[in-house]
C-alpha cells in the first residue's frame, strides 16, 4: 500500500520554490527525481537535501519527484515535509532547518512601528531579500495572501522562514487565519521567534483571549522564553464597536489595526481614497488604542504607484493620531517612515523638554520646568519618545546634546 | 578541434592559439598589446562600374546576392539595429540556400533569439560558423559544441576592429536601412522599422568587398541624412519588410518594478552623487535594462535636485534620456542605438541628440575613443569573481547566454559600476572564479548589490569618496560569503567538455578567455 502527498508551486511563473510530490511506500528504499532550473549548479545538492530531509522525517521508503525553480534549502525542506504529512497525516516528526543566529534578535514593548511590511507566507522570492528595505517590521501573512489550498503548506515555509531569514532588525510578525484555523498555526509560530501576531478580523476580546491562551500554553510547553506580543486588527463594524474592548483584551496587545477592505464592505459601502466613509472607524481605532494605552496603527494604501496620494494618506493617519501604516510594497517603507517622523517645530520643543527633564533630575528636582512653565511627567515622556523617533527617523543626529543639531 | 593548441594568457585562462585558420595572439594584460603594420582597405572602385544615374537597385535579396558574387566560403555580415525584429539576416541565409552556397561565415554584430532559424542553416551546411555574439537557442546549439567551426565574440570596438585591422575581411555586407536611396544613401530615422541609428554597419560598408542595403522604404535621392553613405554602397534592394517594428523599439520603456533592483539602482545613483562624480559637466552612460534605467531616473531627480548639469550622456537611449536632453539637463545625448520611439524622435528632431558608431566611442585601435571619457558607466554582469573579474557572456552553467556588446569597451570609463543583484533564483552573482573571463578586474571599480556596495580595493580613491556616507559600502568577500550562506553553498561547476566552442576577444583583439563544450551530466 501506497500514499500520496504534494506541496509547493511550480510552472513558468514560480521563482525561489519547488514543486515536491511524496509516495510512500513500504519497501523499494529512497528514489528522488530532480527536475530544477538550476540542474547543473545544485541538482546534486536539491537530491542531498532531500534525502537529509527524509531521513530526519524518518522516512525509508519513498519516491520524491522535485520540479525546482531555484528554491534555497529550507524552502525545498518545508515543501518536502508539507509532501511527506500529507501523504502521512500522522507524522510528528519536525523538519528544522537550523535556526540562524541572524533571526534571534528579540523585540519591545513600545518599538517604533511606523512601517510594517506584508510578504505573502507562500512567496519566499519576495522575503529572503525584505529586510534589506529596513521597514519597522515585517508581516508575514498566512490569512488573505495565501490560497486556501495552500494554507497547510504555507506554514511550513512561514516556520522556516522565521528560524532562517534575516529581516535585518525589522520586528519578525505573523498575521495568522481567522478561528481555530489561525490556532492552529501558531504551533508554527511561538517557538520560532515571532514577535508579533496579528489576530485578523478580532470582534471581540474572547478572539483575542483565545489566541494569547494558546500562545502562552504552546509557550510553557516548548519552554519559549521571549514574548510574544499581539496586534488585533478590527475588520468590521462589530469590532469597531468593541475596538476598546480588544485593545484591552490582554497585556501582550501591543496594537491595535484597521483592516479597511473588509470593513467598507461590512457597512456596506465602497473604499475610497479620501476615506469619509472609514473616519469614524479610524478615529475610533485611535481613540481606543490611546485609551488602552496600546499602538494605534493604521492599514494599508493600496495604490503602489500613487506616491503623492502614499503621502496625503500618511498626513492623514498622522493628523488623526496613529503611529503607523501597513506597506504592500518595499518602495512605500521610506515615505512612511518619514511622514511619520516628527515635524521640525515638534522636534525642537522635545528637545527643550528632554534637556529640561535631564537638567531636573541631575538637580534632583521633583518638578520639571521650562522658563516659567511647569511640565507634567506625560509630556515629558511623549518628548523622549519623539526625541527618539526624530533620531530613528534621521530628522535628529543621534549627538544632538552636543549640539549635532538638526540633520539637513 | 581536438588538437587545437592552447596556452595560458595572462589571466591565466588556456586560450587558442589559431582560430578558424588564423592566428590568434594570447592576451597579455590591459594595455599590453601594440598593433602594427596597416589597416585592411577594399580593392578600389571605379564609376564606371555604377549607373550614372545612381539607381543601383536590384529586384530582391537574391539578385543582391548574386550581383555580390556570392560564393562558398565567403564572410557575410549583417547588423543588429533591428534587434530582436530582424527579417533580414534569416532571409540572406534563405536566399543563400535557395542559390546553393555552402560554407558561409556569418559576422553579425549581434544576434538575437529571432535568428534561430540560422540553426537550421548551419545544419543544413549554408552556414559554417558564426563569429559575433550567440544567445538563446544559438548560444545552446553552440554551446553543446554542434557548430563547425569556433565564434568568436568580440565587443562593438573590437568588432569595428577586427575589420579595420583585417583579422576579419567581409566579402558581402547586408545593411538594413530603415530608409534608403536608389544610390544607397541610408538612415535609421523614419520609415517603418525605424530604429534611430545604424552605427553598427559603419565598419562594414567601409571595408567590405561588396555593400548591399536593403529597405523597405525606398525614397528618392537624396536621403538625409545619410548614415550610410551611398558611395560605399555597391547594390540597393528591397524587401516588403525589414523588421517587425514592435520588435524593434517598444513604444515606451517600462522601467522595473523589482524591488530590489530598484534598491539597487537607487544605491547606484547615490554612489554617483556622493562620491562627487555627479557633478556640472559630468558625463555618465548608462543601458535600457531595467536598473539601468532605473539608476537613470534617480540620477536624474538627484541632478535636479542639486542643480547639476551633464555636459553629455552615451546612449542606448530611451524616452528617460530624451527627456535629460529636454530638460536641459544634458548638453548632448551621444547615441549608440535607441530603445524606444521617443528616442527614435528625438534623434530625428533635436541636433543635440547626436549618432555615433563603434568607431567614434569604443574603437581601441583608434586615435582615442569617448568611452574612456565617461566619468562612469554601469554595467551588468553575471558573475563577478572576489577580484573583480567580470563575465557578461555565459551563464554559471557554462551556456554562451549574451553578446559582449559594448561592455569591454565601456570598462575604460573613469569609474565601472556594475548594480547586480546579490543572486537570481538560487544561483550567486559573486563566485571564486568566474566561468568566463570577460573583462578584467583591474577595470572594475564598484559592484552595487541590493546587499551592500564592493568597491575594488585599487579605487582607494573611491574608498575615500564615500568614508563617513551612510552607504553600505562592504568587502565583495562579505557579501559573498553572506549569499553562498543564504542559497545553501556555492553552485557547482559546470560539466565541461575540452572541445574550444568560442573565443571571447579582448579589445585589442587578443584572446582573454575561451568557451568550451556543455556536457550533460550523467
Known amino acids: 500500500m501506497s500514499t500520496t502527498g504534494q506541496a509547493g508551486r511550480k510552472g513558468d511563473r514560480v521563482r525561489s520554490d519547488c514543486w515536491i510530490s511524496v509516495e510512500l511506500k513500504e519497501s523499494g528504499g529512497i528514489s528522488v527525481a530532480v527536475k530544477s532550473r538550476v540542474q547543473s549548479m545544485y541538482g546534486a545538492s536539491i537530491e542531498r537535501s532531500v ?4 531521513e530526519v522525517l ?12 531555484g528554491a534555497v534549502p529550507f524552502v525545498i525542506w518545508a515543501r518536502l515535509e508539507a509532501a511527506v504529512k500529507a501523504a502521512n497525516p500522522g507524522l510528528t516528526a519536525e523538519l528544522l532547518p537550523e535556526a540562524k543566529e541572524s533571526t534571534r534578535y528579540g523585540t519591545t514593548r513600545d518599538r517604533f512601528r511606523r512601517s510594517r511590511l506584508y510578504l505573502p507566507g507562500d512567496q519566499v522570492k ?69 514577535h508579533i501576531i496579528l489576530i485578523p478580523k478580532a470582534e471581540s476580546a474572547d478572539d483575542v483571549k483565545a489566541v494569547d491562551a494558546r500562545v502562552q500554553e504552546i509557550r510553557k510547553e516548548k519552554g519559549v522564553a521571549n514574548d510574544v506580543f499581539l496586534m488585533p486588527i478590527v475588520e468590521s463594524a462589530l469590532g469597531c464597536f468593541r475596538a476598546y474592548e480588544i485593545a484591552s483584551a490582554s497585556p501582550n496587545v501591543v496594537a491595535l489595526t484597521i483592516g479597511l477592505e473588509d470593513y467598507t464592505a461590512d457597512i456596506g459601502t465602497q473604499r475610497t481614497n479620501e476615506g469619509r466613509e472609514s473616519f469614524w472607524a479610524r478615529s475610533q481605532v485611535v481613540n481606543a488604542a490611546r485609551a488602552a494605552r496600546v499602538q494605534p496603527i493604521d492599514t494599508v494604501f493600496s495604490d503602489v504607484a500613487d506616491v503623492e496620494g502614499l503621502k496625503a494618506s500618511i498626513a492623514e493617519a498622522k ?23 516628527p515635524g521640525a517645530a515638534e522636534v525642537e520643543k522635545a528637545t527643550r523638554i528632554v534637556v529640561a527633564f535631564e537638567k531636573a533630575e541631575a538637580e534632583g528636582l521633583g518638578v520639571v520646568s521650562l522658563g516659567s512653565k511647569m511640565i507634567d511627567p506625560p509630556v515629558v515622556k511623549r518628548a523622549l519618545r519623539t526625541v527618539e523617533l526624530a533620531v530613528a527617523s534621521d530628522v535628529l543626529s543621534e549627538n544632538w546634546r552636543e549640539g549635532g543639531g538638526e540633520n539637513a | 578541434m581536438p588538437d587545437t593548441k592552447l596556452v595560458k594568457n595572462a589571466a591565466g585562462r588556456m586560450v587558442p592559439t589559431e582560430i578558424n585558420g588564423r592566428e590568434a595572439i594570447p592576451y597579455k594584460g590591459v594595455a599590453k598589446h601594440r598593433p602594427t603594420g596597416t589597416k585592411a582597405a577594399p580593392a578600389i572602385s571605379t564609376v564606371m562600374d555604377y549607373p550614372d544615374s545612381g539607381d543601383k537597385t536590384v529586384p530582391d535579396i537574391k539578385a543582391a546576392l548574386v550581383a555580390a558574387g556570392l560564393k562558398d566560403g565567403m564572410t557575410v555580415s549583417t547588423h543588429h539595429h533591428l534587434r530582436n525584429g530582424d527579417f533580414v539576416a534569416n532571409a540572406v541565409f534563405d536566399a543563400a540556400a535557395e542559390l546553393s552556397v555552402k560554407d558561409l561565415v556569418w559576422f553579425p554584430s549581434a544576434s538575437f533569439p529571432c535568428h534561430a532559424p540560422i540553426i537550421e542553416h548551419m545544419k543544413n551546411g549554408v552556414v559554417h560558423h558564426i563569429e559575433g555574439s550567440m544567445n538563446g537557442p544559438i548560444g545552446r546549439y553552440c554551446s553543446e559544441g554542434n557548430m563547425r567551426g569556433m565564434g568568436v565574440l568580440r565587443s562593438h570596438g573590437g568588432r569595428y576592429r577586427a575589420v579595420q585591422d583585417g583579422d576579419i575581411h567581409v566579402d558581402v555586407a547586408v545593411i538594413a536601412g530603415p530608409t534608403a536611396d536608389p544610390f544607397g544613401n541610408a538612415n535609421g530615422l523614419t520609415g517603418p522599422a525605424a530604429c534611430g541609428l545604424i552605427g553598427f554597419a559603419l565598419a562594414d560598408s567601409e571595408y567590405a568587398d561588396k555593400v548591399i542595403v536593403v529597405t523597405d ?11 550610410i553613405q551611398g558611395n560605399n554602397v555597391d547594390i540597393v534592394t528591397t524587401m516588403p519588410a525589414i523588421g517587425d517594428a514592435s520588435k524593434i523599439v517598444s513604444g515606451t520603456t517600462q522601467i522595473t518594478k523589482s ?39 534617480f540620477l536624474m531627480e538627484m541632478m535636479r535636485e542639486e542643480g547639476v548639469k551633464a555636459r553629455f550622456v552615451r546612449g542606448g537611449s530611451t524616452q528617460y534620456l530624451t527627456q535629460m536632453l529636454e530638460e536641459g539637463l544634458t548638453d548632448y545625448i551621444l547615441d549608440g542605438q535607441t530603445f524606444d520611439l521617443e528616442g527614435v524622435r528625438s534623434m530625428r528632431e533635436n541636433p543635440g541628440h547626436v549618432n555615433t558608431s563603434p568607431f567614434t566611442s569604443y574603437n581601441y585601435h583608434g586615435k582615442g575613443n569617448f568611452a574612456s571619457m565617461l566619468d562612469c558607466v554601469v554595467l551588468g554582469a553575471t558573475e563577478v569573481d572576489v577580484n573583480f573579474n567580470a563575465n557578461v557572456v555565459t551563464h554559471s552553467d557554462g551556456y554562451l547566454l549574451h553578446g559582449i556588446g559594448g561592455w569591454q569597451n565601456c570598462l575604460f570609463s573613469k569609474c565601472t559600476i556594475l548594480p547586480i543583484p546579490a543572486f537570481r533564483d538560487r544561483i550567486p552573482v559573486i563566485v571564486d572564479e568566474v566561468t568566463t573571463i570577460v573583462g578584467p578586474g583591474e577595470l572594475v571599480d564598484v559592484i552595487v548589490t541590493e546587499r551592500g556596495i564592493a568597491i575594488n580595493p585599487l579605487r582607494d580613491d573611491l574608498l575615500a569618496a564615500v568614508a563617513g556616507s551612510d552607504l553600505p559600502i562592504r568587502t565583495i568577500e562579505e557579501i559573498k560569503a553572506e549569499v553562498d550562506d543564504l542559497v545553501g553553498g556555492a553552485p557547482e561547476k559546470p560539466n565541461l567538455g575540452e572541445k574550444i566552442v568560442a573565443a571571447i576577444e579582448w579589445v585589442d583583439g587578443t584572446v582573454i578567455d575561451s568557451v568550451r563544450q556543455v556536457l550533460p551530466r550523467e
Not at chain 1, 58 to 68: K, L, M, Q, S, T
Not at chain 1, 138 to 144: A, H, S
Not at chain 1, 321 to 336: A, L, N, S, V, W
Open chain 1, 319 to 341: 493628523g488623526l493620531g496613529f503611529d503607523g501604516k501597513g506597506c504592500i510594497h518595499p518602495r512605500q517603507i521610506e515615505t512612511i517612515n518619514a511622514g511619520f517622523a
Open chain 2, 217 to 227: 522604404n525606398l525614397i528618392d535621392f537624396p536621403c538625409v541624412p545619410w548614415q
Open chain 1, 126 to 194: 519576495l522575503m529572503l531579500n525584505a529586510g534589506l528595505h529596513k521597514p519597522d517590521g515585517v508581516i508575514v501573512d498566512l490569512e488573505d495572501s495565501v490560497a486556501p489550498s495552500q494554507k497547510e503548506a504555507a506554514r511550513y515555509v512561514v516556520r522556516n522562514v522565521l528560524r532562517s531569514v534575516d529581516f535585518f532588525g525589522a520586528e519578525r510578525m505573523v498575521r495568522i487565519n481567522q478561528g481555530q484555523m489561525g490556532l492552529d498555526d501558531l504551533p508554527f509560530l511561538v517557538p520560532h521567534n515571532v
Open chain 2, 259 to 297: 524591488p530590489d533592483r530598484l534598491r539597487i539602482a537607487e544605491m547606484t545613483a547615490r554612489f554617483v552623487k556622493e562620491t562627487g562624480i555627479m557633478h556640472d559637466g559630468f558625463s555618465f552612460q548608462g543601458g535600457a535594462g531595467g536598473t539601468s534605467l532605473s539608476f537613470a531616473i
Open chain 1, 51 to 54: 534525502e537529509q530531509g527524509l
Open chain 1, 58 to 69: 524518518g522516512v525509508e521508503h519513498a519516491v520524491v519527484e522535485i520540479v525546482d525553480a
